[in-house]
């Protein structure tokens, strides 16, 4: 099963999932799963974060490819703002220490009304991953929000749902973090132009370097992938 055969069969739209565990792919992800797509065959939904990824997919065929970020521009309000009106109740975990009680403080503050099951970081110690399993069962945690950048939180994800966990995850990258310095990261410009990329190497730096390789890695994967592509998108 490549890459291409498991975005095509796991693509999701802006759909609020019920159940189930989603990742996001953008040009920095596809290049880390691309020599290991059996990661990505145990998620349920791939969504596309980016608008580069979004317009290579398509040049591809992949018509229906959408940009959908686990952000504040894009998913994150919609999942909070909906569990907030079911009673669903979500569990955090990522970021360091001391950074992700600042995260869930912002957004708890900006969705009071969200149940909070509970959080912790994502640096794990001897027998604490599989402890924080326990502990995300116990809590009833309806949804789980996951960001310990790929490929660590897609295996967390895929690990606690093989653990009996049912509910419904999302992987969400470094939003917790960016969210610890206020709940809106990206400024409305950066946004309306499409250009959160550059947004977030002007403020976090150290990507250039990741943007600058893995980017044009990207570019000679996806165009060795494009053929399978367009071949399972006829």
Known sequence: MNLPYIIVNRMQNREICSEGITTFLNPHTYVVHRDNPELLSRFDHICFDGIMMVK???????KDAERISFDMTSLAPEVFHTASEKGLSVYFVGAKP???EKGVEKISASYPELRIAGYRNGYFKDNEREESFERIKDSGADIVVCGMGAPLQEEYLADLKDSGWTGCGYTCGGFLHQTA????Y????ADRY???WAYRIYDEPYLFKRYLTNY???ALHFLRDMKEFRRLCR
């Open 194 to 196: 499409n250009l959160r």
């Open 56 to 62: 290579a997919l398509r040049m591809a065929g992949v």
């Open 216 to 218: 044009s890695r990207f």
């Open 186 to 189: 990206y400024p409305d410009w």
């Open 181 to 184: 310095e206020g709940i809106k």
């Open 98 to 100: 001391g950074v992700i």
